[in-house]
């Protein structure tokens, strides 16, 4: 029986065990998590696909590398590769010499500007430019915060997850940033 | 350092199906980690038991052909 085949017969956290002492077996884990990590990093990027694509790979490598550590703490294993792929796009950004461009959908923003209580109707282009230029004098940790709840649409559990904190406390996180934002706004309103 | 912009090109922010199997490719992965993680062979001198091991080895057979020649 080949490992392909015998890895579908197969729960996750046996292909996991297994993983830690054949790397053949890493390839099961690849199958399954490629997709959403290159959806997840190319989105994060702003529609990069060449340095998707090499973020990606780099992602899957140091997790290759690192299977023998990686410890079930009760997260998902999606996670942990979230996280990886999370700090290789952060430290992409910060190897860049020029400012590297993120594009956001309107939709987003609108989204965004609703959840911050700053706008419920529909926002002229003027405002969306000063949302942007609001959140683009967030810190780094509070952008990825915002970036993986309004831009990347993942839920509270998911994102405390990736953290490895509580659901609350990635809640509390976020809505103190909202806050935030929407004093700011209305002192320059 | 990066910095958020509207979208107003349009540009497509979701990959395709396509883009994601073009970059899909685990034997590309698994050839590039065994590059980047084998290490050269360990040269004889730094090994010190697989040296003692070749110079008994050595002077066992020196010692049968000095032994032949007498």
Known sequence: ?189 | MRKFTVNREQKNLNPTDAQVKRHKDFSRLHHDYEKLTKRGKKPLYRDPKMFMFLLVIAIILLLLFLGELN
């Open chain 1, 1 to 189: 029986m080949s490992r392909k085949e015998h890895s579908k017969q197969l729960s996750e956290s046996e292909i996991i065990a297994l993983a830690k002492t054949d790397q053949k077996y890493f390839g099961s884990l690849y199958d399954h998590y490629f997709d959403p990590i290159f959806r997840f990093v190319f989105k994060r990027l702003g529609g990069d696909e060449e340095t998707a694509g090499d973020l990606t790979q780099q992602t899957f490598m140091k997790a290759m590398a690192n299977m023998s550590k990686y410890e079930d703490r009760g997260f998902p294993f999606s996670s942990w590769l979230y996280r990886i792929a999370q700090n290789e796009v952060s430290m992409f950004f910060r190897q860049q010499s020029k400012v590297y461009s993120v594009a956001i959908d309107e939709s987003r923003i609108q989204e965004f500007a609703q959840e911050a209580d700053i706008f419920s109707s529909h926002m002229s282009m003027e405002d969306q430019d000063k949302l942007v230029e609001m959140l683009n004098g967030l810190n780094e940790s509070e952008l990825e915060l915002i970036e993986l709840r309004f831009f990347q649409e993942m839920s509270f559990k998911e994102i405390a997850e990736i953290y490895s904190v509580s659901e609350a406390t990635a809640k509390m996180r976020t809505y103190r940033i909202l806050e935030r934002i929407n004093k700011q706004w209305k002192n320059e309103e």
